[in-house]
């Protein structure tokens, strides 16, 4: 500490003062006092605000706030108005000018006091006070006494406290920057948040620190274990499964026929340490050995690939504050959704995360807390990634990461950080790391031009194009040719991609595609698993809550809805998203093949064969099922595809529909679902699926079309009136309608709005596709229905879509049954620049909600480029469930290739049916209102019911941070003819 600035350490480079050195997290049976609960608390404005003698026990702290610890203070008082300062948001760029290492002397700084009892005969001796997480830099003081200081703000600190501890009471004083030199280093993709944010304690130190070796000989099947010690006194391992009892840690030991540990099978073998004064510390086990083979990731000798995801520590009310029941919850959900690996972005998580990955497998990139993004927009001028003078506080970083969580089986890769740029102090890191532990892999994407330093070529947002020559061994050489040969025996890996902002990500098909075509291609980790909503409400009785974002909390500088781009909802709701990755990546494929009535199962495990799985079909007519049950599937080993014929109760299924003769289609569903419970879902969770249609739909009854008869001011046609100018449909038997009319125009999704290339929505809105005009050129009535001409084109433009809509009508007096046809023929004329947005026509009905049932894919919504989870079925749902609130409102909802569609508002039903196929959409609000809102809570229902038939969407891509749609899913503007049937009863 300068004895003339007492806060000089607030800027100083210097990782802290006063420290222990970093150690393994692990628990013991030795005493500890828990300090987490209320403390008293004031928020001092900045360093000329500070309580001068705050630290001694005697200050009068009564006046003061009480505050939980752990908690982010600017999280206080939510949903309401935040009540210490606000949450700030930014992805990029820094919330202070850009001068390292100086911040702000207006900062604001968090004053915490504790007072605590020591118990008679506690251990002080050798009492550590702990601090789990503090954001960004801090000073601590027990009775008065100046322990020292640390930054970090992911990472756990130390400080020997024997000789201030006493029994009895005692006062911990701490004090709490919001920014410092080590805000610079912490430039993540997330809200800034500040406060002690995870947990403190008193423990006491025997065994000091320890690394469990425990490797695994695939050729062999043998572990062996060893563990490093450091201890005072000598300490005994015992291991009972394995034989080893009070045995000399150091080891090594080798263990015939141990169970290796992975994701897929997360073997823990349970062992103690005990040393001589009594202490025991219990430990879990995984043997494993993580190596690249010919290029090639492998973990026991099995190459592996990784279905993974970026997971930021977020909850909607407690910020980076989480209990161990939301970790839980991540970790099942990500394992129920057939993830099996994490990349702690963008910082070491809480440890207890670390404890349930081991025990339910998943795999994980353990990831430094360091970014120094912000110093991108400047050219990276004065990036402390390759200055001298920041090259304690990089390898201190390091140090704390990998001491911390070096015991973890499921960690098998160090990742440096993130978005850093490059530089001398990175490579310094990862020698550290190298000498330190040489069982894992080091990661970094930031050197992905040379790879110099890393053992992973690692890559963010490519194009599948560029993605299949990097698995090919085909991307563009380095400028060093040694590190180019170095970098192409790499496995390569995208540690983001797929980025699920808001409506999307489209074409994770695509990208699973090209990974499972290639062995050098590991895999990668979607963008990322929760959106970082924060729950405000605009009333007091909470009933207009709604997410907030960046702006919402007045930032000066901000980058608006960019923190909401996870697979989850703030509130842990699976999105569409989620749903979709689930089935992209699933471990076991189905396929059913009807012509040679054939149904095959590849299994894509590394380890597991298919025998943990009971495989079920079922057989639905129409939507309706005619049959259903179990399939025997012999045991599939990993790689391996077994077929099997359908057996005789599905063939007598088929027989019976086909007898039947509904008129249909038929379809035959399989799935593999956990036959046992397993520590992260029930017997019956599924886990895949396959789909086939095993008989066609007959063909539609044809009718006689009526004429158009001119009535008083309208046109008829069957049930149908038409005004006589416009040719717009008005009612259709007792229904009223307004509309159909042509429609191209959709609420931006994320993915619009944003995008390297220019935005889409730009480019939309500059071309006026959101203000079209619809003008009449003609109605012409006949003798077989009623042809309406029109052009859509937006004021100025000299490009526009010619339009004719053809209506044909009958009655069915047998039945009852009112039928009206139209087709839709779009002609596109003049320099048409842009894709389209959506084409298809659009209508309303009145009321305010409506059930609706339909038959084809579902149940939830579906794109062109985002449809593999979507089954065809039948299903029925209401307008108000059919929406999917995306934290920012935008294009929603979207049901794929219906065949028909039955909707029913209070008193009347409207059938739907398309020829064959129409994309659905089912609104209580109108695609303006959609445009217009900003939260999910402006939506406000204007007392209909909008529809949109659509022939075609434009894709939903990733271009909100990586690339747009491929070719196929782009929506050109080009000729284009489509049909729609509506019936309705009178």
Request: hydrophobic share 40%; proline share 7%.
């Amino acid at each position: 500490m300068n004895d003339l600035d007492p806060n000089a350490y607030v800027e100083d480079r210097s990782p802290g003062t006063g420290r222990l050195r970093p150690r393994a997290a692990f628990t013991t049976d030795l005493p500890t006092i828990a300090l987490d609960g209320d403390w008293r608390f004031r928020l001092a404005a900045g360093l000329d605000d500070l309580t001068e003698d705050f630290a001694t026990p005697h200050f009068d702290d009564t006046g003061w706030d009480l505050l939980a610890v752990p908690s982010c203070w600017q999280m206080t008082g939510l949903p309401g108005e935040p009540r210490y300062g606000a949450p700030a948001y930014t992805n990029i760029r820094y919330p202070f000018p850009v001068d390292p290492p100086r911040v702000p002397r207006r900062n604001p700084t968090g004053e915490y006091r504790r007072a605590f009892d020591v118990p008679a005969g506690f251990p002080s001796a050798s009492a550590v006070l702990r601090f789990e997480g503090v954001d960004s830099a801090f000073a601590v003081w027990l009775n008065g006494i100046r322990l020292g200081d640390g930054k970090g703000s992911r990472l756990t600190t130390e400080f020997d406290v024997a000789a201030q501890l006493r029994p009895g009471r005692n006062v911990l004083a701490v004090r709490v920057h919001q920014w410092s030199s080590g805000s610079y280093l912490e430039d993540q993709d997330m809200w800034w948040l500040s406060g002690i944010f995870r947990s403190v304690s008193v423990v006491i130190r025997g065994v000091e620190d320890f690394f469990v070796r425990a490797a695994y000989d695939h050729t062999t099947g043998r572990g062996t274990l060893a563990v490093d010690v450091t201890a005072p006194d000598r300490v005994s391992l015992s291991v009972p499964e394995l034989g080893i009892v009070a045995a000399d840690p150091a080891g090594p030991y080798v263990v015939e026929g141990v169970e290796p540990w992975s994701d897929e099978n997360p073997r823990l073998y349970a062992g103690e340490l005990v040393s001589e004064a009594g202490e025991r510390v219990p430990l879990r086990i995984g043997f494993r050995t993580v190596a690249v083979v010919d290029g090639v990731l492998t973990v026991n000798g099995r190459p592996i690939s990784l279905r993974g995801v970026n997971r930021h520590e977020w909850h909607p009310l407690t910020g980076r504050t989480l209990t161990e029941d939301t970790m839980l919850a991540d970790v099942l959900l990500m394992k129920q959704h057939n993830i099996n690996a994490v990349r702690t972005s963008h910082y070491p998580p809480d440890r207890r995360f670390l404890d349930l990955c081991d025990e339910h497998g998943l795999w994980v990139f353990c990831e430094g807390d360091l970014e120094t993004h912000g110093f991108e927009p400047g050219g990276w001028r004065r990036n402390p990634s390759d200055d001298p003078d920041w090259r304690e506080a990089y390898l201190d970083r390091a140090a704390r990461l990998v001491e911390r969580d070096k015991n973890h089986p499921s960690v098998i890769v160090w990742s440096l950080g993130n978005e850093s740029g490059t530089g001398a102090n990175l490579a310094a890191a990862a020698d550290w790391i190298r000498r330190r532990d040489d069982t894992r892999l080091i990661h970094y994407e930031g050197d992905w031009a040379s790879c110099a330093y890393v053992d992973l070529y690692s890559r963010m947002y490519i194009g599948v194009d560029e993605l299949a020559a990097v698995g090919r061994g085909q991307e563009a050489p380095t400028a060093d040719p040694a590190d180019d040969a170095h970098r192409r025996a790499l496995p390569a890996v995208l540690c983001e991609y797929g980025h699920a902002m808001g409506n999307g990500p489209g074409g994770l098909t695509d990208y699973q595609l090209v990974i499972e075509a290639h062995p050098r291609l590991a895999g990668g980790f979607i963008w990322e698993w929760i959106d970082h909503g924060i729950l405000r409400s605009t009333d007091e009785d909470d009933a207009r809550s709604f997410y907030a974002y960046g702006g919402d909390f007045g930032e000066e500088v901000h980058d608006g809805n960019f923190v909401a781009d996870g697979l989850l909802f703030p509130d842990r709701t699976p999105s569409p998203g989620l749903v979709e990755f689930k089935k992209v990546i699933e471990p076991v494929r189905i396929s059913i093949d009807p012509a040679h009535r054939r149904i095959s199962v590849r299994n894509l495990h590394h380890v597991r064969d298919t025998g943990y799985l009971d495989f079920r079909w079922t057989m639905e007519d129409g939507g309706e099922s005619v049959g259903s049950g179990a399939l025997s599937v012999p045991a599939t080993a990993p790689g391996a595809t077994t077929e099997v014929e359908w057996p005789a109760d599905v063939r007598a299924a088929l027989d019976s529909a086909r007898k039947n003769r509904s008129g249909h289609e038929v379809w035959l569903t399989v799935s593999a679902v956990l036959a046992a419970d397993e520590t992260w879902a029930g017997a019956g969770h599924e886990i895949a699926w396959g789909q086939a249609q095993v008989a066609p739909a007959t063909a539609p009854q044809p009718f006689t079309p009526l004429p158009a008869v001119a009535r008083d001011g309208y046109l008829a046609l069957g049930a149908a009136r038409f005004d006589a100018r416009s040719g717009a449909l008005l009612q259709f038997g007792d229904l009223e309608v307004a509309g159909p009319l042509l429609d191209i125009w959709r609420a931006p999704i994320d993915n619009d709005v944003r995008g390297s290339g220019g935005p889409l929505a730009d480019r939309w809105r500059a071309a006026g596709l959101h203000r079209m005009r619809h003008e009449i050129l003609g109605v012409e009535p006949d003798g077989s229905g009623l042809t309406v001409t029109a052009r859509l084109a937006p004021a100025g433009a000299s490009f526009g879509l010619g339009v004719v809509y053809r209506w044909t009508g009958c009655d069915e007096p047998d039945t009852g049954l009112a039928r009206l046809r139209l087709e839709t023929a779009v002609t596109p004329d003049g320099p048409w620049t842009v894709p389209l947005p959506r084409l298809g026509i659009a209508m309303s009905l009145p009321g305010t909600d409506a059930e609706v049932e339909w038959f084809g894919p579902g149940p939830g919504e579906a794109y062109r480029d985002s449809r593999a989870a979507a089954r065809v079925g039948r299903y029925r749902s209401t307008v108000s469930a059919m929406q999917t609130p995306y934290v920012r409102p935008q294009e929603n909802g979207n049901r794929h290739r219906v065949r028909r569609a039955r909707i029913t508002t209070a008193d009347r039903t409207l059938l739907i049916t398309g020829d064959p196929v129409i994309d659905l959409t089912v609104r209580p609000w109108s695609t303006a209102a959609l445009t217009a809102a900003d939260h999910q809570h402006d939506l406000v229902r204007d007392g209909r019911i909008h529809l949109h038939l659509d022939h075609a969407h434009h894709g939903l891509g990733s271009a909100a941070c990586g690339p747009g749609p491929l070719a196929p899913d782009v929506l050109a503007a080009v000729p284009a003819v489509f049909s729609v049937e509506f019936s309705t009863g009178r």
